[in-house]
């Protein structure tokens, strides 16, 4: 298969091909969070934060959605629990996130544990990189239902999940990986497009929605 000179002379140096995507990829992924930020208004966990989630998806697979969902999901879970549990205990906020992230990585075995014992073996088998990444959204989450409430963190984990699993059907859309390969140099126009989104100032769409009784009167 044809690949840019450019890509070409980088696998020859010993880089992997699929690392050479991924890294790629990256501005795409950051330019597509940046757009459900500021043109949609989906605000997510920030724009690294749905962005890292993507790639650990992608390091799922063979079953990324299917195993990646539900360690994120399950994360999510515990992660409110842990404060429900933890608030009565007034703890100061950096021993209360060590706590939390320890809840959520035993429970992240367990459900190893119990994905080997019913013969889930993709999910048993998982690597550690994928789940150390997942784990680290503890800490933003546990801060969002510090600052602003349970019910804001849990939409917000929801809002990083819908971009993330968009940023997982773009970067495993082999048309694109080709296509990136090949022509390595469109990655540039990824910087025009973050260019225009940083003179932004429209409405977004979910603010359309929002205020549509009142902007016909506008």
Same mark, same amino acid.
């Given at each position: 298969?044809?690949?840019?000179?450019?890509?070409?002379?980088?696998?020859?140096?010993?880089?992997?091909?699929?690392? =050479?995507?991924?890294?790629?990829?990256?501005?795409?992924?950051?330019?597509?969070?940046?757009?459900?930020?500021?043109?949609?208004?989906?605000?997510?966990?920030?724009?690294?934060?749905?962005?890292?989630?993507?790639?650990?998806?992608?390091?799922?697979?063979?079953?990324?959605?299917?195993?990646?969902?539900?360690?994120?999901?399950?994360?999510? &879970?515990?992660?409110?629990?842990?404060?429900?549990?933890?608030?009565?205990?007034?703890?100061?906020?950096?021993?209360?996130?060590?706590?939390?992230?320890? =809840?959520?990585? &035993?429970? =992240?075995?367990?459900?190893?544990?119990?994905?080997?014992?019913?013969?889930?073996?993709?999910?048993?088998?998982?690597?550690?990189?994928?789940?150390?990444?997942?784990?680290?959204? /503890?800490?933003?989450?546990?801060?969002?239902?510090?600052?602003?409430?349970?019910? /804001?963190?849990?939409?917000?984990?929801?809002?990083?999940?819908?971009?993330?699993?968009?940023?997982? /059907?773009?970067?495993?859309?082999?048309? &694109?990986?080709?296509? =990136? &390969?090949?022509?390595?140099?469109?990655?540039?126009?990824?910087?025009?497009?973050?260019?225009?989104?940083?003179?932004?100032?429209?409405?977004?769409?979910?603010?359309?929605?929002?205020?549509?009784?009142?902007?016909?009167?506008?």
């Amino acid at each position: 298969m044809y690949y840019h000179p450019w890509v070409s002379f980088i696998v020859s140096q010993g880089v992997p091909l699929q690392t =050479i995507a991924l890294l790629l990829m990256v501005p795409v992924v950051a330019t597509l969070v940046a757009f459900f930020r500021q043109v949609v208004g989906i605000k997510a966990f920030g724009i690294y934060t749905p962005s890292i989630i993507t790639f650990a998806l992608f390091a799922f697979d063979p079953n990324g959605l299917k195993y990646g969902i539900a360690i994120f999901v399950s994360i999510i &879970l515990v992660g409110m629990v842990s404060r429900f549990i933890l608030k009565q205990f007034r703890l100061l906020y950096l021993p209360r996130v060590a706590i939390t992230i320890s =809840i959520v990585a &035993l429970a =992240i075995l367990g459900i190893l544990v119990a994905g080997g014992h019913f013969h889930r073996t993709g999910l048993a088998s998982v690597s550690i990189f994928p789940l150390l990444i997942m784990i680290t959204l /503890a800490e933003k989450f546990v801060a969002t239902q510090i600052e602003k409430g349970s019910k /804001a963190a849990f939409f917000l984990a929801l809002e990083t999940l819908l971009i993330s699993l968009v940023g997982y /059907a773009l970067i495993s859309w082999d048309m &694109l990986t080709i296509l =990136i &390969l090949r022509y390595p140099w469109i990655i540039l126009f990824t910087f025009v497009i973050n260019f225009t989104l940083g003179k932004w100032t429209g409405l977004r769409i979910v603010e359309y929605f929002r205020f549509r009784k009142i902007l016909p009167h506008l």
